[in-house]
Structure formats: structure tokens, C-alpha cells
């Protein structure tokens, strides 16, 4: 038999433990500021490997001189204490550096939606629920079977592998990855296992900004409402100039890789949502302030300052061209989330090599993908100059209720990154 044949046979002997293992990580509640409980599953289970995790939590002072350094709203929330990173050193010959893994955070579910326990494994035959079992403690399941698989068939690599369970991806991932990173752990290739569907490899994630525009008004008794302004309607008209920005902008801007694998998103590459208002305090009071929050992504194209810039423009224009407004502007923030986007050139060689690997365990054809949603991926390429992909399960409802995936896509992601560990690293004679 061929090595990989040998991987694959060894991973899918090993079915019940992966499945065991994503149970045993789901059943750790892990939302984006409390990370840790799922963070011991991870180290018990490196440990048992024989291998020495570095537990520790991120410093933002360390950090907050970092180019791609902003305040996460977990961290403003939280801070870091208690919400460590994970890293443990698979040490081999001095071949290169491969770092796998992911992040072990999780957005919170509303459980009222739920038509199963989401902090709980259920398998309904091949298909398993539960929040994270996809995004993406299904991959980091998959990603230490695929090295206790190496462990087991006694494979000694020719370079290292650096596995990686890190927090707070879902809110930006400075505390995560960034920290990972200038804690020194800088591989020569990384690949993480998002829920891209093997054998598709992502190559590229979105641009990812939060901001807020803080809209004026006149306050007075509702009874003498005509000597007021509602910044409730200001806001309207602030809301109506971002949703035609939005349509202007998803009219123009296309990117392929983001739609190869999901049809839906052609036409709809880039995204503006106003997710909040927030105005008012008693129905008799005109409000004097409404805030309105609000996510606008996009795909490899342009900068943080060119879509910053678009969006301030389209408020103050629609303020200009209100009589009341001209006079009393809204103010743009930006806070939260602001990260660039990024791809990497699907030429280069842990992109064809996934690829290729992922394809042959699989026996289906695969895409190069991604530029739709924000990753921590984007942290290697933009400033380490590591080239990073995405292999991993295939799964739905992301962020959504009864989140799931399928054993035999976890079982095909083991033993991709099992068999591109091998071809990346190399093997010791």
C-alpha cells in the first residue's frame, strides 16, 4: 500500500475515538471570552501524546504595537486572563515547519432554535450536531487524530509540526494567532482546518471592520415634537445611504474563489449590515441619539482605509443632504474587528500540495476557494510572509442553529492533513 493509503486506513480505524473527541470538545462550551474549558480537553490530549503544551495567555500591551493589532470586543469585555492559547512542538529532523490546527472559540447559539442539545454530540447516522462540530472543533479533532495516527505508525518527519489551539477567532483573532505568532512560533507553511469541504483549499478570507455612526437629534416631550428633530428618522436616512452603498458596491465588486464553491454568493462577495440601533428612552421623548452598529466585509481587492473611506463618504453625503443634518453630522467610529483581507497564490506549494493530497484521499475534485468570510489565516501571509490555507470538513449552518457535519468528511480531513504533513515535512531515512 501507498503512505497514504496506510493513513487513510489507520485514521478510519481510529472512527470512534475522532467522533469521541469531537463530543468530548463540544460538551466544553467554548463562546468567543471563555475560551478554557475545551482548552483542557486539547491539552490532556497532547499530553497523552507525550508532548509539552505551552499554556499561556496573551498579553494586549505586548501586542498593541502589532500593524494588525486592534481591541477586540471580547477582549474589552474579558481581557485575557484566563483565556489561554495552546501550542505544542512535534519535533522532527530539520526539514520545514508545518503549523496546524485552529481556533477552539465559538459564537453563542439561541437555544430556542435549536431542534437538538447544542452543547452536546449527536450523531444521526453519518452526520453529527452540535455547535462548534464544524467551526471548528470537528477540525481540530481531525487534526490530532491525523497526528496520533503518525504517532501510532511510528512517522518521524523531517521538520517539525507546531499544532495550535487558539482563541478568540470569531472576534478578530489578535489575541489568538497574533499572539501565537510573536510568542515565536513562525512555521514555514500553516494549514488550519476550516470547514472548507476537503478537497477545496481555501486561499483567501475577507476584509472584516465593525463601526458605528453616532446620529444627532433634538430631545423635547413629544407633545412639542415639531420643536425637535427624531434621530430616530436622521437615522433612517443614515440607514437607506448605507444600503444603497451596499447594492453600489455588490454591483461592482466580484471575486471569484468566493462563490466557486457557493453559487449563492455570486453578486454578493461583499456584505454591509446594520446590526443594531440602539435610541430612546420613554415613547413621550423625542431621542436626541440613536447609534446605529454595523460589519461590512469584503474580498481581496482593497484596503481597510479605501472601505473605511467609502462608508464615511456615503454618511456625510447623506447628511449634506439633509437641511437638519448639514448642520449636525453624524460621526462614523470604527471599532471591534478591522482586518484586512487576504489570499495567497494558489501556485505556491502548501496550495497545490493540499490540493493534490486532498484530492487523492478523497477521489474528488477539488477548488481553490475563500475571500468571504474573515480568518485568522490572514495573519501569516500579510505580515510573516508564511504562506497559510484552509483544509478542513465540510459542514453547514455555521454560526447558526443545529450547526453540523458529517463523520466521513472528519474522517477525510484527518487523513488529508496526515498525508500533507508527510509531504510537506518529509520523512526521516
Known sequence: ?????????????????????????????????????????????????????????????????????????????????????????????????????????????????????????????????????????????????AMETLDELGVELGGDLLFQSVIEEEDGGVGGTLAVLERGYVPDAAVIAEPYDVPNVGVASAGVMYFRVVVPGKSVHAAWGHEGVNAIGNAATVYRALEELDAERKARIDYEPAYRSNPSLEGNVTNLNIGTIEAGDWPSTLPSRAVLQGRIGWPPGETRAEVRAQVEDAVAEAAANDEWLAEHPPEVEWFGWQAEPHEVDPSCEIATLAKDVGEDVTGRSGSFVGGNAGLDERFYPLYYDVNAVSVGPDGANLHGADEHTTVPSLLEAAATIAAIAVEYCGVEE
Open 1 to 145: 500500500m501507498t503512505t497514504r493509503d496506510t493513513l487513510t486506513d489507520a485514521i478510519e480505524s481510529n472512527e470512534s475515538d475522532l467522533v469521541d473527541l469531537v463530543g468530548d470538545l463540544v460538551e466544553a462550551p467554548t463562546v468567543t471570552g471563555d475560551e478554557a474549558p475545551a482548552q483542557e480537553v486539547i491539552i490532556d490530549r497532547l499530553e497523552a501524546m507525550g508532548l509539552e503544551p505551552d499554556v499561556f495567555e496573551p498579553s494586549a500591551d505586548e501586542l498593541a504595537d502589532h500593524e494588525a493589532y486592534f481591541e477586540t470586543s471580547s477582549y474589552e469585555e474579558y481581557g485575557y486572563e484566563g483565556r489561554p492559547n495552546v501550542v505544542a512542538r512535534r519535533e522532527g529532523g530539520d526539514g520545514p515547519t508545518l503549523t496546524l490546527g485552529g481556533h477552539i472559540d465559538v459564537v453563542d447559539v439561541t437555544e430556542a432554535e435549536w431542534n437538538r442539545e447544542p452543547w452536546s454530540l449527536t450523531q444521526e447516522g453519518e452526520t453529527l450536531y452540535g455547535r462548534g462540530v464544524a467551526d471548528m472543533k470537528g477540525g481540530l479533532a481531525a487534526t490530532l487524530i
